[in-house]
């Protein structure tokens, strides 16, 4: 039995470390870099969601980083246009963001497997020029720049500080969410619907709405992170939510761990910081390729050797080290 | 050219679970040897080891030839057809192609006789000329199994496994089928492998049987031997109808 | 209605390039029930290559049955080496290999040849032909007959050869196939060969229009995408045909619809995608059991 409770108590204390570091980091770290942890917690989100849709009801997106850019833009216009204060338009736009999912889980409805991955691309490949194209509205091109958030009088923090503070309690937030509610009753219906779609159907799981609504949630999520990421870099560019983004978010899901949501802050990073890594030591002109470069053979080293990514390779490790120990994830199984 | 098979110790395990028990048989050339058994006796396992389409520990040769290291295309190549339960037929080709998969089954051996050898099944199987261009998935079961069975015949097979071919058949169409094994046999100079669970029937064509429960050999001789045998009943009723 | 049958001509010209992409999509979604989003790559791989050879000095005659065999070892390189060992896996392990292969193929050929874009004179000329009013440039014409001729081939090949009836076979029931002697495996890195080598023609016929560029597939591939779905995944008449209606579908849509010019003619191939996955996910030629999950 020692075995059995050994493992949740070290993701506890891993759990607890990583918070405590979170933390504490903006006050060890310059501006900077708490602007990029800033960046690192947004794209967390985004990850996430994809963790929550593809990860565990099943449904492969390729085309994340539109709900991502989504969320940025509807918040960005709210704020910029239409003069919202930004929490206001942070909520609105994961709103939004949320029918957004809804209408491109339409499709699933009628189709599963790898024609929906595709649908999701194009819509991906389709949101730059869109964007560019309503340019009176989203600043076509050359994007649009946003105020940066001011930290609310009677605070002793920095801009860079507060706000990467927020994004870090709406993290926490959306993990204890998600994994609640995936933990419950809806975690095993959506299991049934990724392994046994027609089985689930018959034993009363209402797939249908089902399908849609993760869609929707996954798309409000990967929005609000959208959204927070936009006030952090205090811009939308349509350049920066080109379809590679949403193979770079699909990358990070798969090589954290698809249905882990520690994985999905190992992705994150990997999406954050990797580009940034690359870039310091082949140059800045062709860094972005070497990046995708990189990503494919990392996406295919952890397909063909520990296909529950980082996280699922780190809990088997710790488990190895405990005699006796036969847990090995703490995530169900894929049935076949 | 012989024909015989020497099937000896074969284990096949469904993941951890072993369900051959090292079981065996022997063939001569030109014998039907019917497996008879219940359903999940490991009839279908046994002929698959021999076609190598599932893993499976122990000696395999057929006319002295070693193929328990071989995959299923090479032992195919060697002469071993196969007519898997449920046909294994390609619904959306038609026919016509169906029969040309069979043909070349065995690359390209037996070319100048292609087409003679055509010509003799749709003589055998004259339904089947009807139905050339027509998509294989459009044909009865019967038909299907016909199908099925002229083409492993067209890929020149010495040794013919036949599994479960009265499943899902009219009796009246079982019956035809099972008199003309004795036929085909002597035809296309055969050694057929039966695997069927209506024992009366295969028992009624075969010279030799084998009678498998829960994935062990309980009892093998001649067809009428094996047809009075309390083993063959005690396959089918279980243990306690034995004693 | 001149302006009309010009457009129609000029869409039917780049419908060429999307029918023979599509056919590609199609014939390994066939044989692995992968949707390859690096088809439009492994098309711009061919294209430099071509160039490249062509900058070397190479005559085209020579250079092109290298660019298609390189091609064919390509394709069936990657099947073997990176597909293979996800065949039957989830769904999820499919995409992860094509969006592996999409990213790392595209940042390689910008690794490898630069951003700056090339240009590759087509072997037909530039020569402007006209019938009545409506002009048509030898180029078009060359490469319309090339795609047919190629798609002429590849439909005698899945109809009459050996090979494509076994590659047909394994498409539909592998483990019958194999008590036919047949190895699956080769077939199946064939089919991705034979996909590989039309993916080529299409990037060398649309190479004089796009110019060689690391994103010059990216339009094509997504319309070849939606060809693919028009004609339902699995059917290679369906794609081709698809392939040409999209071609004009698009050429139309951006003359006479207002603001679907230019980037966002890429709203057409998505219409079409999402609408017809919505209402006939098995496409409009192909048939129900025909399509894979």
């Known amino acids: 039995m020692t075995t059995m409770a050994t493992i949740p108590r070290a993701k506890a204390l891993a759990w607890a470390a990583m918070a405590v570091v979170a933390i504490v980091a903006p006050y060890v770290v310059d501006d900077y870099q708490v602007f990029q942890l800033a960046r690192l917690t947004t794209t967390a989100m985004a990850v996430a969601s994809l963790v929550l849709l593809t990860g565990w009801s099943g449904q492969v997106s390729a085309g994340h980083g539109a709900f991502f850019g989504v969320g940025a833009y509807a918040a960005a216009i709210l704020i910029v246009k239409a003069g919202l204060p930004w929490p206001v338009a942070v909520v609105l736009a994961t709103l939004v963001s949320f029918l957004a999912g809804l209408l491109a889980g339409l499709p699933a409805l009628r189709i599963r497997g790898i024609s929906l991955a595709l649908i999701t691309l194009v819509l991906a490949v389709l949101l730059p020029p869109l964007v560019v194209r309503f340019d009176g509205l989203t600043g076509g091109s050359t994007g649009m720049p946003l105020p940066p958030v001011r930290t609310p009088a009677g605070i002793q923090l920095s801009g860079a500080q507060f706000f990467y503070l927020v994004t870090l309690a709406v993290l926490a937030a959306v993990l204890v969410l998600l994994a609640t509610v995936c933990r419950g009753r809806t975690g095993r219906s959506l299991a049934a619907l990724r392994d046994q779609p027609v089985m689930a159907a018959t034993a009363g799981v209402p797939t249908a709405k089902l399908s849609l609504l993760v869609f929707g949630a996954s798309g409000a999520i990967a929005g609000l992170g959208g959204a927070l990421n936009a006030l952090a870099i205090q811009s939308v560019v349509p350049d920066s939510y080109t379809f590679t983004v949403s193979l770079a978010l699909l990358t990070g899901a798969v090589v954290g761990g698809i249905r882990s949501w520690a994985g999905a802050l190992i992705g994150a990073v990997f999406v954050v910081y990797l580009p940034q890594v690359i870039s310091d030591s082949v140059g800045d002109s062709l860094a972005s390729h070497w990046t995708q470069v990189v990503y494919a053979v990392l996406l295919l080293l952890v397909l063909y050797l520990a296909p529950q990514g980082l996280a699922g390779l780190g809990t088997r490790l710790a488990a190895v080290r405990i005699p006796g120990a036969r847990l090995t994830s703490t995530t169900p199984r894929r049935q076949s | 050219m012989s024909g015989a098979l020497l099937v000896a110790d074969l284990r096949a395990w469904y993941g951890k679970v072993e369900v051959l028990h090292g079981v065996g048989l022997t063939a001569e050339a030109g014998e039907i040897v019917a497996l008879v058994g219940p359903n999940g006796a490991g009839k279908t396992t046994f002929l698959r080891g021999i076609s190598r389409t599932v893993h499976t520990t122990g000696r395999i040769l057929v006319d002295g030839t070693d193929v328990d290291r071989l995959d299923a295309p090479a032992v195919a190549r060697l002469g071993v057809g196969h007519v898997p339960q449920g046909r294994g037929t390609f619904p959306e080709l038609s026919v016509g192609e169906n029969l040309r998969l069979g043909s070349l089954a065995r690359g390209r051996r037996f070319r100048a006789e292609r087409g003679a050898d055509l010509d003799r099944l749709l003589e055998t199987f004259p339904i089947l000329r009807e139905f050339l261009s027509r998509p294989a998935g459009a044909l009865s079961g019967g038909q299907q199994q016909m199908l099925a069975l002229a083409r492993a015949l067209l890929g020149r097979p010495t040794w013919l496994l036949v599994d479960e071919p009265s499943l899902g058949l009219a009796p009246s169409t079982t019956l035809d089928l099972f008199r003309m094994f004795d036929v085909l046999r002597s035809d296309w100079g055969l050694t057929i492998l039966l695997a069927e669970q209506n024992a009366r029937l295969s028992l009624e064509v075969a010279d030799r049987a084998v009678v498998l429960s829960t994935g062990r050999v309980t009892f093998q001789g001649s067809a009428a031997e094996v047809a009075a045998s309390p083993q063959l009943r005690a396959a089918y009723l279980g243990k306690e109808a034995a004693a | ?293």
Not at chain 3, 121 to 143: D, H, I, M, R
Not at chain 3, 148 to 177: P, T
């Open chain 3, 1 to 293: 209605m001149i302006e009309l049958l010009q457009q129609v001509v000029n869409g039917l010209s780049t419908g060429c390039v999307y029918a023979a992409l599509a056919l590609a999509i199609s014939v390994i979604y066939q044989g692995a029930g992968i949707l390859n989003f690096a088809q439009g790559e492994m098309a711009t791989v061919a294209a430099y290559s071509a160039w490249s050879l062509d900058a070397l000095g190479w005559p085209m005659w020579a250079a092109l049955p290298v660019v298609f065999a390189g091609a064919a070892v390509l394709g069936a390189v990657i099947e073997r080496l990176l597909v293979r060992p996800v065949e039957g896996a989830s769904v999820l392990a499919l995409v992860t290999v094509s969006t592996a292969l999409l990213l790392g193929i595209n940042g390689l050929v910008t690794v490898l040849w630069g951003t700056d874009p090339h240009s590759l004179a087509g072997p037909f000329g530039t020569k402007a032909l006209s019938a009545g009013e409506v002009t048509v440039t030898s180029q078009q014409l060359g490469g319309a007959a090339t795609v047919l001729v190629v798609m002429a081939a590849v439909g005698l090949f899945f109809r009459f050869s050996d090979v494509g009836l076994r590659m047909k076979a394994v498409s539909q029931n592998a483990d019958s196939a194999v008590l036919l002697g047949i190895r699956p495996g080769r077939m199946r890195a064939a089919g991705w060969a034979l996909a590989a080598v039309v993916g080529a023609v299409a990037g060398f016929v649309a190479a004089p229009a796009t110019g060689v560029n690391p994103e010059m597939m990216q339009t094509p591939l997504l319309m070849a995408f939606a060809a693919a779905a028009l004609g339902g995944f699995g059917s290679r008449v369906g794609a081709v045909v698809g392939g040409l209606a999209l071609g004009v579908l698009t050429a139309l849509a951006a003359r006479y619809i207002p603001g679907l010019n230019g980037d966002l003619a890429l709203s057409v191939p998505f219409g079409v995608i999402f609408l017809v996955l919505l209402l006939r996910p098995h496409g409009l030629f192909s048939r129900g059991s025909a399509v894979r999950a």
